[in-house]
């Protein structure tokens, strides 16, 4: 593709979600009342909102963020490597408080820009409006108001590969198996995430399979610019 942006501007990243309570009835009667409204059109008749509460994580006015994983190139003795570090705990406002710090630190050059499989329909605007329920200021990578098309520093591996076919979804592990890229979704994938935290409470198998699928998008990138995958032993936790 070509794609003018260096890889060592880019910060790839994957977040993970779940409804903001456990349970149902940790809801107040108005929340469950604007819940039952807000998901009338995606349940079939049959299914009642306490029922589908176990998708709420998938709106940002009903779910929160437990974890959000990031990676970026970096040159080690003329190779990439990628670097990986993830924010995550059941403390929503620290986690995207250190995710904020790590943009105005490290990622807020003009150049740089976030990269994320859907990213653009799901990752940051579900960050953005989480950091505002937080009344966290937003960070300029975030904060698109004013900004004009070309001047949004976000890059989607699925926008890209639309190629202007709007009605064409593609999801990460159909995309990473037809480019030879190892599947991120070995373990667990993005239905189980709210059973894995509020019944099993393992924080850690999340971050890993968040981990996974922001290594599948850094790869999907590469193979966008015909470059060759990464290895195991180029990928790092920092």
Same mark, same amino acid.
């Given at each position: 593709?070509?794609?003018?942006?260096?890889?060592?501007?880019?910060?790839?990243?994957?977040?993970?979600?779940?409804?903001?309570?456990?349970?149902?009835?940790?809801?107040?009667?108005?929340?469950?009342?604007?819940?039952?409204?807000?998901?009338?059109?995606?349940?079939?008749?049959?299914?009642?909102?306490?029922?589908?509460?176990?998708?709420?994580?998938?709106?940002?006015?009903?779910?929160? +963020?437990?974890?959000?994983?990031?990676?970026?190139?970096?040159?080690?003795?003329?190779?990439?490597?990628?670097?990986?570090?993830?924010?995550?705990?059941?403390?929503?406002?620290?986690?995207?408080?250190?995710? $904020?710090?790590?943009?105005?630190?490290?990622?807020?050059?003009?150049?740089?820009?976030?990269?994320?499989?859907?990213? $653009?329909?799901?990752?940051?605007?579900?960050?953005?409006?989480?950091?505002?329920?937080?009344?966290?200021?937003?960070?300029?990578?975030?904060?698109?108001?004013? $900004?004009?098309?070309?001047?949004?520093?976000?890059?989607?591996?699925?926008?890209?590969?639309?190629?202007?076919?709007?009605?064409?979804?593609?999801?990460?592990?159909?995309?990473?198996?037809?480019?030879? +890229?190892? /599947?991120?979704?070995?373990?667990?994938?993005? /239905?189980?995430?709210?059973?894995?935290?509020?019944?099993?409470?393992?924080?850690?198998?999340?971050?890993?399979?968040?981990? $996974?699928?922001?290594?599948?998008?850094?790869?999907?990138?590469?193979?966008?610019?015909?470059?060759?995958?990464?290895?195991?032993?180029?990928?790092? /936790?920092?």
């Amino acid at each position: 593709m070509n794609l003018p942006v260096k890889l060592n501007d880019v910060l790839f990243l994957d977040i993970e979600t779940v409804p903001e309570y456990e349970n149902w009835g940790q809801l107040a009667e108005e929340t469950q009342e604007l819940y039952n409204k807000k998901t009338q059109y995606q349940r079939k008749e049959d299914v009642s909102a306490e029922r589908f509460y176990e998708r709420a994580g998938i709106w940002a006015e009903f779910g929160k +963020i437990v974890c959000i994983s990031v990676g970026y190139f970096v040159d080690v003795e003329e190779k990439k490597q990628l670097r990986l570090t993830s924010f995550y705990g059941d403390d929503e406002h620290q986690l995207l408080s250190e995710f $904020k710090e790590l943009l105005n630190l490290h990622f807020n050059k003009k150049t740089n820009v976030l990269c994320a499989h859907n990213g $653009k329909e799901f990752d940051f605007p579900f960050i953005a409006r989480r950091m505002i329920v937080h009344q966290i200021e937003l960070p300029s990578k975030l904060n698109l108001f004013g $900004k004009k098309p070309w001047e949004v520093p976000h890059l989607d591996t699925l926008e890209l590969w639309k190629f202007g076919d709007y009605k064409h979804y593609t999801s990460l592990k159909l995309l990473t198996a037809i480019l030879g +890229i190892p /599947s991120p979704k070995d373990d667990i994938d993005g /239905s189980e995430v709210a059973k894995v935290y509020y019944q099993e409470k393992d924080i850690q198998r999340i971050v890993t399979y968040c981990e $996974k699928d922001t290594i599948a998008v850094a790869q999907i990138l590469l193979r966008f610019n015909n470059q060759d995958l990464l290895k195991a032993d180029d990928i790092v /936790s920092v």
